[in-house]
């Protein structure tokens, strides 16, 4: 007698849904060649950018990590600023690879920004299913597109890019991860990661969450138990990296200042800083206008999908286009939750737009040859390069620079014309003149000697190589009417520390007569004006 067949399959494996096996995508250098040649175009398009000098903010964040690395000064402690410490932890990392130099960040941020653009264009295939050719490539290069085609020096070396970059990390690994476990694990890891760079982008890691928690409804397994158990490891994966961090900050005594200033000078800055503020319909337009005219397409294109997947029932269509819906609203409310408009905080947007790129290219020409994906998509997103022709109204830096960039490497132009064209008049920013103040400084001091700045301008001290002798090397925390937290308590620390350490030269502002910035409030004080530039005043230390 023949053997009888026995059914061992148990009732909870006989309702798991069945994967349906799908034929293989082509494998080897020919699947991977499309992705490698518009990947090597994205990195070709960064080079411009190492070219690009500090603003005040970047400056700000070398100073901050310089003084970590090379001294010791603990930031919040020994030096102030009111960012989370992502941010100088990547400034760190420039200089500790790059030493002092204003190209480091550069480097550092092409390579995050090529590495986030392949996340973006990984990130469309649904979990089981193959990368279409090209996808990751096509990521890549839509983002750097998307962000140095749109964004000036200005506006890029920023956080935005960072927080978003990981956020985006933590919704792949939500969306294409086998395990759930492991999923969960490195939802939280990067989600740690994202929030310790700045905190909007909980929006992102929400996206994650979400996504995480729809796959586990949709496999079944949404379960008390279930839950508690990925909860686990993404909330302890999620501590990890803020833990650590933490816990240097206190081994350092640094605690106390990192809450106070993180926490309650920020407060207090949010509170009463009026600037930036918009209306609903400009924060909204903004969307359009900076990536015009590509976002006109990219927008509808998401809706029209969604709607397309819908009528037809396809829940592979319907996921991908919900999510880039989805991590649109989130970079979007990343921006609102800082009620601040500013064109550097749009910088989260450039990776969802890429996202949405790929998605549609991919879903238009499913049916086209790969080589046809490949040259569509690059015709297509270059046009975004357009949008630079409504962003030089504004800042006439965009328009020209790639010009500049190629008659100075010509020796067309010298350094000073060069830096010439890295200016925001409606905020009294010239390079080329903190770069003629930096250079006197550095000319006529020794490295041990210090120097103080007033004002809002470190990029200065990143030219001069110099350093401030105290915390408050910048001084809108003691005289911006909207940032007087502990006003008179950081004032009398500031006056302590010139005292006990009196720098050998002062910059101060021209057109301040009055003050801390004012060059008559040092004079006072027995320094005598030595140099002048454009916006500056120098002044030295009186001989004992």
């Not at 190492?50 to 005040?56: E, N």
């Not at 000078?265 to 600037?275: L, P, Q």
Request: hydrophobic letters at 50%; glycine letters at 8%; aromatic letters at 12%.
């Amino acid at each position: 007698m023949g053997a009888t067949a026995v059914d061992v399959t148990s009732k909870e494996e006989s309702e798991r849904p069945v994967r349906i096996a799908k034929p293989e995508a082509p494998s080897g250098w020919r699947a991977a060649l499309p992705d490698v040649l518009l990947g090597a175009i994205a990195a070709v398009a960064t080079l411009p950018t190492l070219l690009y000098p500090f603003g005040r903010d970047q400056g700000l964040y070398h100073y901050v990590a310089r003084e970590w690395v090379l001294r010791g000064s603990v930031p919040y402690k020994d030096v102030l600023d009111h960012k989370t410490p992502g941010i100088y932890l990547l400034h760190a990392l420039s200089v500790l690879l790059f030493g002092e130099t204003m190209w480091g960040i550069r480097v550092l941020e092409a390579l995050g920004v090529l590495a986030f653009g392949f996340v973006a264009g990984a990130l469309v295939a649904p979990r089981g299913e193959a990368h279409a050719p090209g996808a990751r490539g096509a990521g890549m290069l839509a983002t750097v597109v998307f962000y140095f085609g749109h964004f000036d020096f200005w506006s890029t070396a920023q956080s935005e890019i960072w927080y978003a970059g990981f956020g985006m990390c933590a919704v792949l690994a939500a969306r294409r991860i086998e395990r759930t476990e492991r999923a969960a694990a490195l939802v939280g890891l990067f989600a740690g990661i994202a929030v310790l760079t700045k905190p909007p982008s909980v929006w992102f890691v929400l996206v994650a969450v979400v996504v995480l928690a729809l796959r586990l409804r949709g496999e079944g397994r949404l379960t008390p138990k279930k839950c508690a158990r990925e909860l686990g490891w993404l909330v302890g994966m999620g501590a990890l990296v803020p833990a650590l961090v933490l816990g240097y900050f206190g081994v350092k005594g640094a605690l106390p200042a990192m809450k106070d200033i993180v926490v309650g000078a920020n407060s207090y800055y949010v509170k009463h800083e009026v600037g930036a503020v918009a209306r609903l319909d400009q924060h909204l337009g903004y969307i359009l206008w900076i990536f015009a005219p590509t976002s006109y397409v990219l927008l509808p294109g998401l809706v029209v999908g969604l709607v397309f997947g819908a009528r037809r029932k396809i829940a592979p269509i319907i996921e991908t286009f919900a999510l880039g819906l989805g991590l649109v609203l989130a970079a979007t409310l990343a921006v609102a939750m800082q009620g601040k408009f500013y064109l550097l905080h749009w910088g989260c947007l450039p990776l969802p737009l890429a996202y949405a790129a790929v998605a549609i290219a991919a879903w238009a020409l499913t049916k086209a040859r790969v080589w046809v994906l490949a040259s569509v998509f690059v015709v297509v997103v270059l046009l975004g390069y357009r949008a630079t022709e409504y962003f030089a109204n504004a800042f006439p830096v965009q328009r020209d620079t790639l010009d500049a960039e190629i008659k100075y490497l010509q020796g067309t132009y010298d350094r000073r014309a060069f830096d010439v064209r890295f200016q925001s008049a409606a905020i009294g920013f010239f390079f080329h003149d903190s770069r003629d103040v930096g250079t006197w400084l550095e000319a006529h001091t020794t490295p041990d000697e210090t120097v103080t700045v007033r004002g809002f301008q470190p990029e200065i001290y990143v030219v001069a190589h110099r350093r401030h002798a105290g915390r408050f090397f910048w001084t809108t925390f003691l005289t911006n009417p909207a940032r007087a937290y502990r006003r008179e308590e950081w004032l009398a620390e500031e006056l302590r520390d010139f005292t006990e350490h009196p720098p050998k030269y002062v910059v101060a502002l021209d057109f301040m007569h009055e003050g801390l910035d004012s060059a008559e409030y040092h004079e006072a004080r027995g320094y005598t004006r030595v140099a002048a530039f454009p916006g500056y005043v120098i002044l030295e230390r009186a001989a004992k």
